[in-house]
Nanobody
Framework: QVQLVESGGGLVQAGGSLRLSCAASIRTFSNYTMGWFRQAPGKEREFVAAISWNGVSTYYADSSVKGRFTISRDNAKSTVHLQMNSLKPGDAAVYYC????????????WGQGTQVTVSS
């Protein structure tokens, strides 16, 4: 049974920072590409960032987050993080951690999400 549990969300002022974490209970965590997605009220879920199984390759959404967000992983601890800096009100959303076997297109496993609220 794969479980992904996010933490680290909360309320922050615009310009502030948050670090999201995702703890994965996956026997072979290092086989998985890990991603972060977000969904704001009334909007579709959107891709934020992803990281390859070995952490060498990272991918980010467009300029809306690139340069402000950093994804990282610790395979020894089966965790993935999303460091979010210079937060904007537009970043407010529920953030989800997701996992997929490397090379596949579809994320097979999802966490329940953590709320990020950014006050202006």
């Amino acid at each position: 049974q794969v479980q992904l549990v996010e933490s680290g969300g909360g309320l922050v002022q615009a310009g502030g920072s948050l670090r999201l974490s995702c703890a994965a209970s996956i026997r072979t965590f290092s086989n998985y590409t890990m991603g972060w997605f977000r969904q704001a009220p009334g909007k579709e879920r959107e891709f934020v960032a992803a990281i390859s199984w070995n952490g060498v390759s990272t991918y980010y959404a467009d300029s809306s987050v690139k340069g402000r967000f950093t994804i990282s992983r610790d395979n020894a601890k089966s965790t993935v993080h999303l460091q979010m800096n210079s937060l904007k009100p537009g970043d407010a959303a529920v953030y989800y951690c997701a996992a997929k076997i490397g090379g596949t297109k579809k994320y097979a496993y999802w966490g329940q999400g953590t709320q990020v609220t950014v006050s202006s």
